[in-house]
DNA sequence: ATTGGCAGTCTCGATCCGCGAGTGCTAACT
DNA sequence: AGTTAGCACTCGCGGATCGAGACTGCCAAT
């Protein structure tokens, strides 16, 4: 099972594998490879190279006397070396620009959008986190008066994306001083990522205690990663996935669909997509989550500007068209990223 | 199939058939009747019961030489007159009481834990509206200003629902000017609902032209019901669907997750849960949707106040403890109330 | 009105069988 | 040495068959 380098021939045969088995869903034999991909070639031939490529791990077949079926191995090394590069065809385009058309201009709206459109056209589940804001510019800073001595703190970042938490001072303070208060934060913190708030925290004197309560829980609040809800991940499209024959078993579902309604592990995975890397694609049990083993995940970064980026892609069964999805996962992360930019400003 | 009135013995019968259908599954017949629920009469006697109940449509038979299965009629009478109620269990209430322990203090987060909690101890797909804002009161507005023309309108009602809106004016104004006006709107407006500042709007010169382009867009942007998100009802819990053997069938199971992820059609069937009623119980066919033709919905509200409400329920199939899921959801229900109550101050 | 008895109905699961698709091997051929 | 035709063999799948079991409906007796 070791790195074995493919000749030529057995390239285009692995591939021609690959082709057929994406459409049809069933495993493809010798005849059929013959007649439709290699007419110079016959099965006998085609079975040798069969055997080889089996022997090799990068085809399998089901049973004995079935035709062969790709592995994990043999669709990484078609997406590594084999696969086409495609594009999205004018229609794909047209219902994603058509989709965006009707989004709302805030950042949540954009990405339920994104999550939504892409989930329609690779015809999968689509995942988008929230944009990591640790490195985001804040833009304005609220103070409102709750009751007593508790305080709203709204914060504005970058692409208008709003938090707010919750704050108990220690005397009760008015709404005019809250507001003073809000006024010279404004002009304090406006245009500074909460790294630098933070590094400028201890330049406040000891007397300046409540500033620096508020500022401690501003930082805290852009840290966490969550916004206002709970759930990280974004997903849209679990309706595709039924139409899959791979998931007429309802227990496969019931695994991924776990993974899907509680998020933490999901966000541990997409944390981890490299953002300089154009389209990552995880295949199978390349995945860590057992959940996962009969899925592949093709995933890519968006970005609202230089500081402020997620992850978004789809997850689908391994039999899947990559190069159709990874064209189309690539177009809809990049409109995403033409329309968060000027939210920004 | 008109309204017969069932005398006492046929009703004990069509609830033990339920009781019995609704834990096992399985077609009950005559013979287990009498074994588990009727010793002192024989399975011929309840046989002839039974054909009573198929004739006037509260029983069917798959098949004939199987036994019988409620009709969406019995369960109907079932869940009018028969119904013993029931209350959460200790250990029930204990898990909802340590689920909201954790959830954040934002209305958002809590309707979430909601959600989430409700599909866990129903074990079916729970459903959360997000708050009806159109008679809340405003707490709080600040205005934002981005490139050039652009205001960003940041709005906090009761609750600390922040609402958010991007308004273009029609002349250049500086932070210095929209805070000001933000601190005059704010005296203005606090405290007040959408409708009572619909009616004060024409009270204004045509001189305070800006003011009145901002108070119309804050209007529009309470009723308009959906948040910063587009998706209109919150649901948890797919994954419990999955276990009960009627989804065995992936078609069904399509139908219904189409009806979820888009949500407004959805939507409107629980904007139509009357505030007075209790809890609404919608069973099978009752329903419009024909996605909805093999589910039962159990519906209630909560409230934030008096003014600020949303609806709370499950959807799971018509085979279902409503006893249990009942007392169940008006316990989150309750819970929830309780937990959105204070935050309105 | 209730009940025991009984014949009749229908589903479900197991078993069996034959078809067809596809393979691996061998021997012949280029 | 690589390629190919031929062939025997394997195995899954779908359909047909069949018997067991579960219930029923009906009838006559209580």
Do not use: W
Request: hydrophobic letters at 40%.
């Amino acid at each position: 099972m070791e790195a074995t380098p493919l000749d030529e021939r057995k390239q285009q045969i692995l591939k021609a594998v690959i082709s057929d088995y994406t459409v049809t869903g069933v495993p493809v034999g010798s005849q059929v490879l013959a007649a439709k991909y290699f007419i110079a070639l016959s099965s006998a031939t085609i079975r040798n190279e069969l055997a080889d490529l089996v022997g090799t791990g990068y085809l399998q077949q089901p049973h004995t006397s079935a035709g062969r079926v790709p592995t994990d191995r043999g669709y990484r090394y078609f997406v590594d070396f084999l696969m086409d590069p495609e594009a999205a065809s004018p229609t794909v385009r047209r219902t994603v620009k058509q989709a965006f058309e009707t989004a709302p201009r805030s950042v949540e709206g954009i990405l339920e959008k994104a999550a939504m459109v892409l989930a329609q056209i690779t015809e999968n589940v689509s995942l988008v986190t929230a944009p990591e804001t640790s490195e985001a510019r804040i833009k304005h800073i609220d103070l409102v008066s709750l009751e007593s001595q508790s305080v709203l703190i709204i914060l504005v970042l970058e692409g208008n994306l709003i938090k707010q938490t919750v704050i108990r001072l220690d005397r009760a303070t008015s709404q005019d001083d809250l507001s003073r208060m809000a006024a010279m934060l404004n002009r304090k913190v406006k245009g500074q990522t909460a790294d630098e708030l933070l590094s400028r925290l201890s330049q406040l004197g000891p007397d300046r205690d409540e500033q620096r309560q508020i500022l401690e829980r501003v930082i805290e609040s852009i840290s966490t990663h969550q916004a206002q809800r709970q759930s990280v991940v974004l997903h849209d499209g679990v309706r595709n996935l039924l139409r899959h024959p791979e998931f007429v078993e309802v227990n496969r579902l019931e695994e991924l669909l776990e993974l899907l309604e509680q998020g933490a592990q999901l966000a541990g995975i997409l944390q981890q997509v490299a953002f300089d890397k154009d389209v990552e694609i995880i295949i199978g049990r390349e995945n860590t989550s057992s959940g996962l083993r009969e899925c592949s995940l093709v995933l890519t970064t968006y970005k609202m500007d230089e500081r402020v980026r997620g992850t978004i892609g789809v997850i689908g069964p391994t039999r899947m068209h990559y190069g159709q999805v990874v064209a189309r996962v690539r177009l809809v992360s990049q409109a995403t990223s033409e329309l968060l930019g000027p939210l920004g400003n």
